[in-house]
């Protein structure tokens, strides 16, 4: 994999694209043989533009970026008042719940 990396360095592909290895590309390395380099650049140019999910386990993250969606104009401070109050009606429900 450091072999492609360098590769990509040397023709400049990195310097251009902020090149890493995301799991898309690291699927395809591992079970790419036979692919070449410029099916690897193609595919992490399409994948660069794809918006990325944030996993479960971030869902401060998920909250902060949906919520300014929702409220353009908003501040963080907006934003992290709002994910505290629904922090604390989780928890109240779970609470109640039991």
Do not use: C
């Not at 919520?67 to 109050?85: C, E, V």
């Amino acid at each position: 994999m450091l072999a492609l990396h360098a590769l990509a360095e040397t023709i400049g592909f990195a310097e251009q694209t902020r090149f890493h290895f995301d799991g898309h590309m690291r699927d395809f390395i591992h079970n790419g043989v036979g692919k070449t380099l410029q099916e690897a650049m193609d595919l992490w140019e399409e994948e660069r533009h794809k918006p990325k999910p944030i996993a479960l386990q971030f869902e401060y993250n998920r909250h902060i970026r949906e919520y300014f969606k929702t409220h353009p104009g908003a501040k963080l401070q907006d934003a992290i008042q709002d994910w505290k109050g629904k922090k604390t009606e989780r928890r109240n429900v779970s609470e109640v719940s039991k």
